[in-house]
């Protein structure tokens, strides 16, 4: 029985060996397999997965219509004449004075030795006494004023006539003056605009004054509104500022209307800013006066841009690559704003973009 035993103990470890072998052998093999494995994908190419790989070029976008007000804040930068002296031809004691609210043509300024002294705007500044006959161009300026107060003259001539006399007495008599129709020219200031603010003024009440002397100073008067860096477009724009609305003319940056400059002078505002404040700029806002249909389009789709002009291509009307016209009236972020020429921007509902514009000429 024993010799038996061992037999089977020595059959068990062959066994034992054989299977150990076997592993060894299975695993040298996975090994072996690896190692080539990890070659191969050394050797290989480097592809990447197609789902990676790069997009195709996005060629078409979308275009819209919208209607565009235009509306934005500037800067407009005034321009402010010199202010000027104001000379009284009268002498003797002030006995009345009506300067506080500024002063107007055709009417009082201020009373000398108990007679008023009337302001008159003339093209030529009168400079002497005025009778039937005389001639020349204060005596135009003269008739020309006098027919635009409403009084009786001859406009556009140069000789003081009967008429014209008529008329002088007519005004003096408004104004409280007694009158035979010739012109004193005591009785008379000349003001540069048809009304005027007043300055230092010293004919008040009491007072001495002399022909020939400055007895006030008109200050500087705003003459023009310029939109800072400002492009002008085609059509007439509204302004607003400080509570005064106004006309921007089309094709222009600029505002010499005297009424709307008037109006701004006289706001609360604008008299409260020092000369510093206003020559570096004053806020207004500008809108078209008339709102635009124009078409919205990536600022991408606009070529051959030459000033406010430029080309689309319109991927809805035609295939063809064939350029359109554009005006371009507007700008938001990343946005170009366009009025198309000679088509129906409504029509349009997609516009190319990208690689396919280069080459394309704009005319």
Not at 83 to 96: F, P
Not at 227 to 252: F, H, S
Not at 320 to 338: D, F, H, M, Q, R
């Amino acid at each position: 029985m024993g010799k038996k035993q061992r037999g089977t103990k020595v059959m068990n470890n062959g066994a034992r060996r054989g299977r150990l072998a076997g592993a060894w052998s299975l695993l040298a093999v996975a090994t072996a397999i690896c190692v080539s494995v990890g070659a191969c994908a050394l050797l290989l190419p480097d592809r990447a997965p197609a789902l990676l790989g790069s997009a195709g070029e996005t060629t078409t976008a979308p275009a819209s219509v919208q209607e565009y007000s235009g509306s934005q804040q500037v800067t407009v930068v005034p321009t402010i004449s010199t202010e000027r002296n104001l000379l009284g031809n009268a002498n003797g004691t002030v006995t009345a004075d009506w300067s506080a609210d500024g002063l107007a043509s055709g009417k009082g300024a201020y009373k000398v030795n108990d007679r008023v002294v009337v302001a008159l705007n003339t093209a030529t500044p009168l400079y002497r006494d005025l009778k039937t006959g005389d001639k020349g161009d204060d005596v135009l300026a003269l008739n020309n004023e006098l027919s635009r107060l409403g009084y009786n003259s001859v406009a556009g001539s140069d000789t003081y006539w009967w008429a014209t006399s008529d008329g002088w007495r007519q005004l003096m008599n408004d104004n409280g003056n007694p009158s035979d129709g010739t012109l004193a020219l005591a009785d008379t200031m000349w003001i540069p605009e048809n009304a005027v603010a007043v300055d230092e003024w010293t004919a008040t009440t009491g007072s001495m004054v002399t022909g020939g002397t400055a007895i006030g100073k008109i200050p500087g008067a705003l003459t023009k509104l310029t939109v800072k860096n400002g492009a002008a477009v085609g059509q007439d724009r509204t302004i607003g500022m400080y509570g005064v609305n106004g006309i921007l003319p089309a094709d222009n940056t600029e505002i010499t209307d005297a009424e709307f400059l008037r109006n701004v002078s006289a706001s609360e505002t604008f008299q409260s800013m020092d000369m510093q404040t206003k020559k570096a700029g004053l806020d207004a806002t500008v809108a078209l006066k008339e709102p635009l249909q124009v078409l919205r389009v990536p600022a991408g789709a606009v070529f051959g841009i030459d000033g406010s002009s430029g080309c689309i291509v319109p991927k809805s009307r035609n295939t063809s690559n064939t350029p359109a016209k554009v005006t371009i009236v507007g700008s938001e972020l990343g946005v170009s704003l366009v009025q198309v020429q000679d088509a129906d921007a409504s029509a349009i509902a997609n516009v190319e973009i990208g690689s396919g514009l280069n080459g394309l000429v704009c005319k």
